[in-house]
């Protein structure tokens, strides 16, 4: 989990404000001179802490050029496994590499022997990526359908996963509506069939405090595009040692290879950790990039981001009812992450009308999504309503 290290934070600019206990890190992300930025779940904003090591990367990769591999990007790479498994909860040796969720799936999947077990079970509100992986190939797709378009209950995947099930794919947190699944209850069903489990963490860890063990997972990934202000391209895959430590990716590279730099073509050990589920070089840019995401994370923390956004959201929400735009929402705020979506007959109209106005929010099929971070204050969506009131 994060930590409140205080790590680096000394270095980041800080302005005090009444709002909320975390709305002094808003200065850290110049977006806000300009922008009000309301769009966290596609892609975090840009901090100063990620800026500057950018920047210190470029200067390296200008000054030294591949010399930095030895002293300074290995060792970068070997942070980055470090902090991204304190994040969720796990030993380094349980996390690998990756450029995008999609390459993470497509390993895993290589991995699987479906052809006794045959099923894997995911959901119509998974981010289509999770089922792309799997319908090319020769498995039994189980797509269970969600009865509000909200959520899927565990009772229905209680009902799908059975003794011929390999996999169950899904999310910690819908894209498409906020709902957070219980993936402690989704990890503990696939374990009782004797299934695997993978969660897409790509709208919950971050934004939400994750525990990998606790929730008894044996897969689960992220990256830094969103709540992990990491910016594209640098992912992450937790591989659950006692679970996963037999399986073998097919699809591969030399990144997995124990002996790397043996450069020997007719030999592959694939290294005893999580790495044996990476492949080719890590992209350097992201990866410094995600390092400085991350020096703020944790010195913000997770439980604290938590409290905030949620108090955000729930402000949020009761803004969006005044107006008469009752958000498509999970019943409980337990239930609820800091993904809000804003009924709407046009959204792209009414994203362009916000950004002309300077409110930075996204649309999806039916809804403006807005998704306020702990650097936004109530001020932020508060404003952006009374623009959608008006307009
Ligand atoms: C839940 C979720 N999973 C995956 C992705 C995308 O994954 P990839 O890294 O393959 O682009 C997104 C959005 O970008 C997402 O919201």
């Known amino acids: 989990m994060i930590g409140s290290t205080g790590l680096y934070s000394s270095q980041m600019t800080r302005s005090p404000s009444p709002s909320h206990a975390l709305a002094s890190w808003r200065t850290e992300f110049p977006t806000f001179e300009r922008t ?36 300074t990007w290995w060792g970068d790479l070997d942070a980055l496994r470090q902090r991204y498994a304190a994040l969720v909860g796990a030993a380094p040796a349980e996390i690998a590499l990756h450029p995008s969720v999609s390459s993470i799936l497509g390993v895993v999947a290589s991995a699987l022997d479906t052809r006794i077990r045959r099923k894997v079970v995911t959901t119509a509100l998974d981010f289509p990526t999770l089922p792309y992986q799997w319908l090319p190939r020769d498995v039994e797709l189980v797509v269970l359908e969600s009865p509000d378009g909200i959520s899927v209950p565990l009772e ?20 498409c509506s906020g709902a957070i699944q219980d993936i402690g209850g989704l990890g503990s069903i696939a374990e009782r069939r004797g299934a695997l489990s993978l969660i897409d963490g790509y709208q919950g860890v971050g934004q939400l405090p994750v525990d990998v063990r606790a929730a008894g997972v044996d897969f689960y990934c992220s990256g830094g595009l969103k709540w992990l202000l990491g910016g594209t391209g640098v992912t992450f895959l937790y591989a659950r040692a006692d679970t996963t430590h037999a399986l073998r990716p097919e699809s591969t590279g ?20 999580a790495r044996r589920f990476e492949a080719g070089t890590p992209p350097l840019l992201p990866v410094v990039a995600q390092l400085g995401g991350l020096d703020v ?25 005044a107006i008469g735009r009752t958000p498509t929402m999970a019943t409980t705020a337990a239930e609820r992450s800091a993904i809000v979506m804003l ?17 930075i929010t996204d649309a999806r099929p039916g809804h403006v999504r807005v998704s306020p971070y702990f650097y936004n204050i109530a001020d932020d969506h508060r ?7 008006h307009g």
């Open 254 to 273: 030399w990144f997995a290879h124990r002996e790397q730099f043996a450069f020997d073509p007719r030999e592959f050990t694939p290294h005893e950790d």
């Open 36 to 71: 009000t930025y309301l769009n966290s779940c596609s892609l975090g904003a840009l901090s100063r802490a990620s800026r500057r090591r950018v920047e210190r990367f470029l200067d390296q990769w200008e000054m030294r050029g591949a010399a930095n591999w030895y002293d």
């Open 343 to 359: 009924p709407s007959a046009d959204p792209a109209a009414e994203v362009a009308r916000l950004a002309s106005a300077g409110f």
């Open 156 to 175: 229905m995947f209680e009902a799908a996963v059975d003794d011929r099930t390999a996999l169950v794919a899904t999310s910690h947190v819908y894209f």
């Open 297 to 321: 994370l944790e010195a913000v923390g997770a439980e604290a981001i938590r409290r905030v956004t949620a108090a955000l959201t729930e402000d949020l929400i009761a803004g969006a009812q």
């Open 383 to 389: 404003a952006m309503l009374e623009v959608l009131d």
